[in-house]
Nanobody
Framework: VQLVESGGGSVQAGGSLRLSCASS????????MGWVRQAPGKDREGVAA????????YYADSVKGRFAIWQDNAKNTVYLQINYLRPEDTAMYYC????????????????????WGRGTQVTVS
């Protein structure tokens, strides 16, 4: 599938953003969809994931309580709400989809995903 992210921007600390990931296909055809971010000079970090079929949600410890992931089946879109933004949240945020079953212990691993969007930049000052 093709994935297109949107919603990034430059915001002040404490602000909020809502990122969107639109899929070219039905999100039910994926086993897991995740958001992975990469800050300058750092490795990619999985921050949230959702299993479209069961609606199970997963969050990295670093974002629990501030990030929320959900899906809109009619729009084949997955969203990531980011609240209480911090400078350390500055990164390129990528949406990814996995066509194979992903064990919970691997939902934050980039190797679990086979399709990727081009990313949307989030900058927090």
């Amino acid at each position: 599938v093709q994935l297109v992210e949107s919603g990034g921007g430059s915001v002040q600390a404490g602000g909020s953003l809502r990122l969107s990931c639109a899929s070219s296909g039905s999100i039910y055809d994926t086993m897991c969809m995740g958001w992975v971010r990469q800050a300058p000079g750092k490795d990619r970090e999985g921050v949230a994931a959702i299993t479209p079929g069961r609606g199970r949600r997963y969050y990295a410890d670093s974002v629990k309580g501030r990030f929320a992931i959900w899906q809109d089946n009619a729009k084949n879109t997955v969203y990531l709400q980011i609240n209480y933004l911090r400078p350390e949240d500055t990164a390129m945020y990528y949406c990814a989809a996995a066509s194979a079953l992903v064990p919970p212990r691997l939902v934050f691993s980039e190797t679990a995903y086979n399709d990727w969007g081009r990313g949307t930049q989030v900058t927090v000052s």
